[in-house]
């Protein structure tokens, strides 16, 4: 018999539809060293993502890996036409090259929509399926937060999801898609799936997976691990800032040659899913001024001041002005250092000259995110110019650094703005570090993120508030005029009940 021939592929990227930023090829190409191709995927990447997983299963076993793509871009707007052919045709271009292929492993990350492909992940995936036949396996490996559509799990062999939130399972993933797929190409098993959408959204709870009624349904299904035929179930509680016909919450199951069993189980955990769902809808938010009058009653520091309505990791433009203008309003309020951070390029560019000591202005934010915010004015004395990579604190990528382009702090009174070429992830405590603050020493840090925070600045806050500002990513989903979501959909609509 000839030596099994895998493909190995990933696309990462969580499209936001609200967002008014798009993605384009160049956020490929900038993300954590750009798209990898061919033999380049296999070097030293310093990247522990899905690819690692493969590779350690499948480098382990007689046979053959064969790189194909791994592509990934910050989380943002949808990836554009054009954008979206070249991954295609990049993808296309790499299997024709490789020939026969008896399987393929894909991570795409279940959540990408491009311009006129509303599921961009099923549309890869299909293209894997086109290339290796019925009779070859594909499996795919996904972030939980996927919108599972029919057509990712029609061409898919099986899907397997990560298990943690925020998500440190991302590698061992990669590593069971690959076992999952090296135990079916040995006949070991027959996999069957079976899936059940949910007709409920909700945003990612304070805590992700590691506590409450998630925690309650992620442990229930890992431990179906250990019941006969069972090979993995997964839990996708999907992506809510995205409008697309198969939007919802998603229970899968995988068995051995078992359908029924497939069908009860992704039954069974829907249902669990249903029945929790005031459970997993966020706790109501307070206004920035309220969260600003709160901070300067509370006795510690730092206190966090997070917006999740722009998380950059939830594909939110993250130069969203609004926490910032209140912020700047209320800052007189504050005995102590209040720490904040924009993405923009075009400020930074604008004061590429800037020495430390000048007083300079300039409109910051409200550049990327065009639609929920506008620009804001303003002067302030330049502390510190420098530029990245910093540490990635939040551990939100695959590697130990993240890039920062030109990074500029000014002072504002006793508010310290930090101004990146790029946008990050945070923003971190190493970026505040960068430009010489001890951020656990303000008093108040604003944060843009939802879930993030709680990996850096959890432990040491004196008190976390949750701002309800405008973005592309508010808790607040009845904010949104969702069109091509099929309805009813909770919390979108109340008043009905479901079953599977
Ligand atoms: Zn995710």
């Not at 053959?64 to 993808?91: D, F």
Request: charged letters at 25%; one cysteine or more.
């Amino acid at each position: 018999m000839p030596r099994l021939r895998i493909g190995i592929a990933r696309f990462w990227h969580e499209s936001n539809t609200f967002s008014s930023a798009p993605t384009c090829i160049e956020d490929f190409e900038k993300y954590q060293g750009g798209t990898l191709v061919g033999e380049a995927m296999l070097g030293d990447t310093g990247r522990r993502d899905e690819i690692a997983g493969f590779v350690e299963v499948l480098g382990a076993r007689d046979v053959e890996i064969v790189p194909l793509v791994s592509a990934g871009a910050l989380p943002s707007g949808l990836i554009t036409k054009r954008a979206a052919l070249h991954l295609e045709s990049e993808l296309r271009s790499q299997l024709e090259a490789a020939g026969r292929l008896d399987g393929i492993c894909i991570a795409p990350h279940g959540a990408m929509s491009a311009e006129e492909i509303a599921d961009f992940d099923g549309h890869l995936i299909q293209i894997a399926r086109d290339h290796v036949g019925i009779d070859g396996v594909v499996v795919t490996a996904l972030d939980c937060h996927a919108i599972a559509t029919r057509r990712m799990f029609e061409a898919s062999t099986a899907m397997v999801a990560y298990r943690t939130h925020p998500h440190v399972d991302v590698a061992p993933t990669g590593a069971r898609a690959a076992r999952l797929l090296m135990d079916a190409l040995e006949g070991k098993t027959r996999p069957v799936m079976r899936m059940r959408r949910v007709p409920l959204i909700f945003p990612p709870p304070d805590d992700g997976a590691n506590s409450g009624a998630l925690k309650e349904l992620f442990d229930l299904f890992t431990a179906w691990d250990e019941r006969e035929r069972v090979i993995g179930c997964s839990l996708c509680p999907a992506f809510a800032w995205q409008d697309v016909p198969e939007q919802g919450v998603c229970a899968i199951a995988v068995t051995d040659d078992d359908p029924d069993l497939a069908q009860q189980l992704a039954d069974d955990l829907a249902r669990r899913v249903w029945s929790v769902r005031d459970r997993v809808q966020p706790a109501p938010m307070i206004s920035v001024p309220d969260a600003m009058r709160r901070a300067a009653e509370i006795d510690g520091f730092p206190v966090v001041i997070t917006d999740s309505a722009d998380t950059v990791g939830g594909g939110a433009p993250g130069d969203n002005s609004a926490l910032l203008e209140d912020v700047l309003a209320h800052r007189a309020s504050i005995d102590g250092l209040i720490l904040a951070h924009l993405p923009d390029a075009p400020a930074v560019a604008a004061l590429c000259d800037a020495k430390v000591g000048d007083v300079v202005s300039v409109d910051v934010g409200g550049k990327r995110d065009t639609r929920f915010c506008n620009p804001v004015s303003v002067t302030g004395k330049v502390l510190c110019v420098t530029e990245g990579p910093i540490a990635d604190d939040f551990g939100a990528g695959t590697t130990p650094t993240t890039e920062t382009g030109p990074i500029i702090c000014l002072e504002i009174d006793n508010v310290r703005l930090v101004l990146t070429g790029r946008v990050i992830h945070g923003p971190q405590p190493s970026l505040y570090e960068k430009v010489g603050i001890e951020p656990f020493e303000a008093k108040v840090v604003t944060l843009k993120t939802g879930v993030g925070f709680r990996k850096a600045f959890a432990a040491v806050a004196a008190e976390v508030l949750r701002a309800d500002c405008p973005g592309a990513e508010s808790y607040e989903l009845t904010r949104y005029e969702f069109e091509h979501v099929q309805r009813p959909i909770h919390p979108l609509d109340q008043d009905f009940d479901w079953e599977p």
